[in-house]
């Protein structure tokens, strides 16, 4: 399995489902540790970001440059 033992099978960070490209960056992910999270240290924008322990993007912070699509080892990242 993909993920790293967090997965709730919620369907909703793309791990398990390929969501579709958007306007707005769309990310609710439980795969990485925040703490090793590599999108987050990409991020020169500081728009990935922890809430309630999961990743998440901040549509107003994200400039849509991709840095962190290039690092997401499980490709779930959509902008």
């Known amino acids: 399995m ?3 033992g967090n997965c709730t099978d ?3 960070c793309g791990s398990c489902q390929q ?5 707005t960056p769309n ?5 990485c ?11 020169k924008q500081d ?10 993007i901040n ?4 400039n849509r440059c991709g840095d962190c699509v290039e690092v997401c080892p499980i490709n ?3 902008i």
């Open 10 to 12: 919620c369907t909703t």
């Open 27 to 31: 990310l609710f992910c439980m795969n």
């Open 2 to 4: 993909l993920n790293s």
């Open 47 to 56: 728009a990935v970001e922890v809430l309630g322990g999961a990743i998440t």
């Open 33 to 43: 540790q925040p703490s090793e999270a590599p999108c987050i240290e990409a991020c």
């Open 19 to 23: 969501t579709p490209n958007v306007d």
């Open 76 to 78: 779930v990242i959509k």
């Open 59 to 62: 549509g107003e912070k994200c």
